[in-house]
């Protein structure tokens, strides 16, 4: 969506919500954006099986107190139960259970700009919409820096894109380390290095852990101690 819709960038950049993001993360030492789409429930459409998202990553089990997304779903239209309000189970997201019954779900009914922040730890799902009108809702999700996103942002915006938006929107697509080298380019390079010429070829260690930047030589003999 970000290299679609020049108002989605601002959107997925939102003060508020990256904050929140980034706090609600906060044992991760960098946050991505996850996923970016467009959700729509049509009139006529039934009830979407409760489910809960982290599940992408292969079902793994995380710890009970980590949590490694924070999804967000702003309100297009009005969400009301009739129109099929994503249904949330309160507390869900406290225990291991694995099946929930509907009648454990309640809807989030909300006024059309407002938002919905919840955890891939909660179950939920969309309502059936008995009415006459459409439900649609732009669902931004962040991540953990260090788990692969369940939107390939390198793929779905091709590099020329890429070079022409801002440098805080790309570090958040993924251009950046996640935690010292996860996910350098070249000589452990930084991966901003791709689409910024005047960018130095170094890895940078990210601020959250107070260190310093670190040459890809430094890099590079880092990891190989680590491995020998």
């Known amino acids: 969506m970000p290299p679609r819709s020049p108002a989605a960038r601002e959107l997925v950049m939102h003060t508020t919500a990256v904050k929140v993001a980034e706090q609600f993360l906060h044992k991760a030492t960098t946050v991505q954006l996850h996923l970016t789409q467009i959700i729509s429930v049509f009139p006529g459409s039934p009830a979407q099986a409760l489910h809960l998202d982290q599940i992408v990553w292969d079902f793994f089990p995380f710890p009970a107190d980590y949590d490694v997304q924070c999804n967000i779903l702003w309100a297009m239209t009005d969400y009301t139960e009739e129109m099929g309000a994503t249904r949330v189970v309160p507390g869900s997201h406290l225990d291991d259970r694995t099946k929930y019954d ?122 190989k101690s680590s491995k020998s």
């Open 102 to 223: 509907d009648s454990e779900a309640i809807p989030a009914v909300m006024r059309r700009g407002s938002a919905l922040f919840y955890t891939g730890k909660v179950w939920h799902g969309a309502g059936a919409n008995i009415s006459d009108k459409i439900r649609q809702a732009i669902n931004i999700t962040y991540a953990v820096g260090w788990v692969r996103q369940e939107e390939n942002q390198y793929l779905t915006t091709p590099l020329e894109i890429a070079k022409t938006l801002p440098d805080d929107l790309l570090k958040l697509m993924g251009y950046q380390t996640g935690c010292f080298a996860l996910g350098y380019v070249g000589d452990f390079e930084d991966p901003m290095t791709i689409v910024r010429d005047n960018m130095p070829h170094e890895v940078h260690s990210t601020s959250s852990i107070g260190e310093k930047s670190q040459t890809s030589s430094q890099a590079a003999d880092l990891v």
